[in-house]
């Protein structure tokens, strides 16, 4: 189980161990998003000032994503069939999609007047998903053809 707060600390537990898994401290750029991939290997954080972080749990080693924004991101997702496929929403209104293993955005989405607030990849099929925001928009994604 994960936990971030507003004063920048993360923990981690390991709830059938009984135990603390991590515990840290982001300082004033604090945790907004995070989500465990399907086996609970990796967990990908995204940070109020737009910074995309992964988390090998098995070492404890936080990687940081190339990539240039300063937006808030509100939302993140692995992908159910791809472990290394990530979709991340930010607060204004971009969609990306983000390969894990390779570090590198696969493709950006401008779909949304305001803020995206939430993802979800399709159960059924690998190659889509789907966004909210607040605009009241709901966007339907096909990310091998990048259109929506």
Same mark, same amino acid.
């Given at each position: ?74 939302? *993140?997702? +692995? %992908? $159910?069939?791809?472990?290394? /496929? ?5 607060? @204004? &209104?971009? =969609?990306?999609? !983000? #390969? ?18 939430? *993802?979800? +990849? %399709? $159960?059924?099929?690998?190659? /889509? ?5 607040? @605009? &009241?928009? =709901?966007?339907? !994604? #096909? ?6």
């Amino acid at each position: 189980m994960a936990y971030a707060s507003f004063s920048g600390i993360l923990k981690i537990w390991d709830l059938k161990a009984s135990n603390t898994y991590l515990n840290t401290n982001f300082d004033k750029n604090y945790v907004n998003s995070m989500n465990f991939d399907h086996d609970s290997s990796h967990l990908i954080l995204g940070t109020m000032n737009g910074e995309l972080m992964a988390m090998n749990m098995e070492h404890l080693a936080f990687t940081k994503f190339n990539h240039k924004s300063n937006v808030k991101i509100n939302c *993140i997702k +692995f %992908s $159910p069939f791809y472990s290394n /496929l990530i979709a991340c929403g930010f607060d @204004d &209104g971009v =969609i990306k999609v !983000f #390969d894990v293993n390779e570090n590198s955005l696969i493709h950006e989405y401008v779909n949304h007047d305001i803020s995206c607030s939430g *993802i979800a +990849f %399709s $159960p059924i099929n690998k190659l /889509l998903f789907c966004s909210v925001g607040f @605009d &009241g928009k =709901i966007n339907f !994604f #096909d990310i091998q053809a990048k259109k929506y």
